[in-house]
């Protein structure tokens, strides 16, 4: 059980890095590592090998199971507590229009499609066609709030009023989403938990809407009053970690009892208590972090283990599938945008942003598929359409904006550039012999950069305090920006504005004309050596590779600097995207 | 599952925090809310329901003993990552002479008893003497690393010369322990695993020493390398936090492979990594927290699910096995402290905290159990053991030390005491106005409060700086210290070492003969508010459980304030109990 639990983590989080590094969403690595550990590929090659390791009966079988159902009530904590209410409120108007209209429309289009044609969308023989439609409408509707806020975050637009409006748009959509596939689920019986009654659908239905409107006013109300009392009178940080995760398992007890599947009861948990403002970062950052880097790769690995995905894939289901999913997306998001007075090029990056499905739609089908709602083909195809639309987002929206994706320095700073130990004892002297590693590095010609760069500094010292120096320069015909960083352990005379001597240079070059690389770079670094002993830390460093290693510790666990433009309000961002620990991006 | 996870998790946690409150670890009320959920209460009175929620057999029983082995071996992980072998090595001498008089002692009394009256000791009928022997020799002679840690934190031991002793010794101690342990389980046959190979006890033995001599040497070498280009080069902080978590479940699968309990490579793999300063503080933080706040209460309330505390209580078989853990641990350990020079004193201080045995004991006897090494009523006794020895020791020391107990100014601050919003424009007002509330609170004279607290405060202006202000005074035949705190929003002159206004009085009352209370609490309250933005944290309180929530979470996990004695090397302390995180106390 352990070598399968490691392995499928493991795998999981290196190909998900692998699809970070390639700019895509992690969940697709983390897929991906599942799909060749189980059926498709290692059970092909080595079957029994394969059933060893990954046994699909048995006891082991049973326990792996219940594990990621455990995980799988974690997460939808974490998911629960990234969904911001007040955000979607104070958007309010156009985020309804777009959240309302990317609903109905792919649900119309959705639940026409299977109930005319069901056969050819999968549905296995002897299943009830309304429940087959129903799922199919809601798996077409759904969006994927944390996959969105990593690609917003990815192309710099988070902060935007456009971003918040796409955010606010998709926590609509989500919760709309997860309580009709809740409702769905709970229409099919009980087989869900041997202690839950049978019940009527209406009832389940009154049940669900009841548990979710208390939960969603009351239960926010009593768990804002409750936490800082735990905070106070019980211990620190214990305290308000375990009362969180206990909540999140005595609410998916509670959606067991009602007849539900047990994550919604934790996803309206995570709801709740996520929007408090007592509930501390630190706290926040243990919970995610760990669900979000254990539980999260395990469980979707481990999809790929019960699917063989080269047998079941069906391209003319899958093409279908993926037509209606995206096209109903796109109609129903850009008209609602347009409905409420956005301009057209708006409405489409919205749109776009709103057709990322990321691993909601995953979780919808492996549960569906577990409880027999569809077949392995059917999951096949929502998986593929996760992946496509989770793809295309980003590079799409980019397109349409005529924008680029957003840096950090760390991005294009080279190995070769790093000089660990400055021997200049000057400063003319130390930017002279940054600038030379740097011009070898990248092939420039030394004089020139040297030159160019000493005038700058001239100009006015790029000393910013705290011990770091930016010195600067704009070159004609450089294809790219390069950064080179310097350390001198003695410090050198720099005329900062605290006085104090510099210890870290930073050697930024870039194009003349730049479209705002040198700005974007520039503030990126200060930020990031921005707290007060950022440069000792730095000079800690023995390596290139420690350097980095204190330098991505400083970065934090976010993916692109944070630029708040002003005027905009910044709360959505801390809580959907910039907080500690979710950088991993999945969703 | 759910329901009884929640179930699980919550009363542990409540039960766990009574202890607490109690001055007793956490593990003490951790394992009465599983006796309370177990057949030995809630069995009796609802056979039933309690078959419902908490089945001993089927489907859902092995779940949950599947995720309680999960649990159990990140819980080791954690308990490895405590261990520190460069603080061993510091203090090598005489803790190598407490640790194997602690460990011979009570493993050669322990033997021969077993040995001699096996049955006396409760060894089915049927089992290996020699095995039984050993083990009952092992469970007398392991320590309690958290437990020792959080006992000398608490009585501000932690950080003295006798404290890093006893931590060393009781870390040498549950090294060789857990090593032992691992061999008698492999000798008992591969049982553990069904993907293990059988294997002679020699080759288990060879085996086991090899893979703890690799990760120890080689592992621990290779480990402080390979972390920072993890952070380097993949995503912060799921890198790192994955990787740790992926090698522990690897590290028990390699132990499972040899024959050995999976805990066993965890443990192994905690102590390896735990130990390198390339593992950051947030990265070690996330995993201990929840592993300890979610994890291990779940595991030491299941505990009392499967035993029946008053049915399997044997007096007789208590009281011998106690006097044989404690004689020979006291008699042990004080020997070897004597022997290396410690005064009679010293050695009997260190003697009783060698003697807690805390979790690692109920630890050893729950695997035990599992494997059929023991049963019911020597697995109660040793927890019985594991118990008595763990309350007796703190206050047990303290009175040989003839010290006592250290606190927080939180544990003295009076509600009744806490002025949300001064009135006072002035600084003698406000004084005047805080006495008056302190004074009222505790029954004091207010007069005589404010002019003592005026004439000191005349003398010089407490005010530190940051915004705070200490205004302080002795009083004749006060009983104990007593704190109250004012807030003024506007802020008041104060004559501050910075020039900035104050706006948090932190008012302290103490006896004319006070032992030391006053600068201890100063020190207390000056650490607390040191943070550059504490004290507009505190004035974002609007009531008292509001202030005393951010109070605590600035003082953080910690259970007292830390003072390092001058002269005394703290690497320890950040090691094995200040870490954030790490004020469970559980162990």
Known sequence: MFLTLALLLLSARLLGELAKRLHQPAVLGELAAGILLGPTVFGRLAPSASQTIFPTSGEEAQVLRGIISLALVLFLLVVGMEVNLAGVRRQSRIALAVGAGGMVVPFG?????????????????????????????????????????????????????????????????????????????????????????????????????????????????????????????????????????????????????????????????????????????????????????????????????????????????????????????????????????????ESWVVALGMNSRGAMEILLGTIALRDQVINQKTFVALVVIALVTSMMAGPLMLRVLGRKRARRFTDVLAAKAFVLELAAATKEDAIAELAAALASSAGLDEGLVASAVQERERSMSTAVGNHLAIPHARLANLPAPVIGVGLSRPGLAFDAPDGEPVQVLVLVLTAINDDGDQIDLLADIASTFKPGDACSQALAARSYTEFLAVVKALQGGVGSPSRALPGVKTTIIVNAATRPGNGRGSG
């Not at 809601?138 to 456009?162: C, E, F, H, R, W």
Request: aromatic share 10%; with cysteine; net charge neutral.
């Open 109 to 345: 289009l959705g639940f026409l499609v299977a109930w005319m044609a069901p056969a050819l969308l999968g549905m296995s023989s002897g299943s009830d066609v309304m429940i087959f439609a129903l799922f199919f409408a809601t798996a077409m509707s759904i969006s994927a709030l944390p996959v969105i806020a990593k690609t917003l975050t990815d192309i710099n637009l988070l902060s935007s009023d456009l971003g918040m409006v796409v955010i606010s748009a998709a926590i609509f959509n989500d919760l709309i989403g997860w309580m009709i596939f809740a409702i769905i689920l709970g229409m099919m019986g009980g087989s869900h938990a041997a202690a839950a009654p049978h019940r009527e659908t209406v009832q389940v239905v009154a049940l669900t809407l009841g548990f979710a409107g208390a939960m969603l006013t009351l239960g926010r109300w009593l768990l804002h009053r409750i936490l800082p009392w735990i905070q106070a009178y019980l211990s620190w940080p214990g305290g308000v970690l375990s009362f969180t995760l206990a909540l999140a398992l005595f609410g998916a007890a509670v959606t067991e009892w009602i007849g539900l599947h047990a994550i919604f009861g934790s996803f309206l948990v995570g709801v709740a208590i996520g929007e408090s403002s007592h509930l501390r970062e630190r706290t926040r950052a243990v919970i995610e972090q760990f669900i979000s880097f254990f539980f999260a790769p395990i469980i979707f690995a481990s999809i790929g283990l019960g699917v063989d995905f080269a047998a079941n894939f069906d391209l003319p289901l899958v093409a279908i599938a993926l037509l209606i999913a995206c096209a109903g997306k796109l109609i129903g998001c850009s008209a609602g945008a347009r409905l409420s007075g956005m301009s057209t090029r």
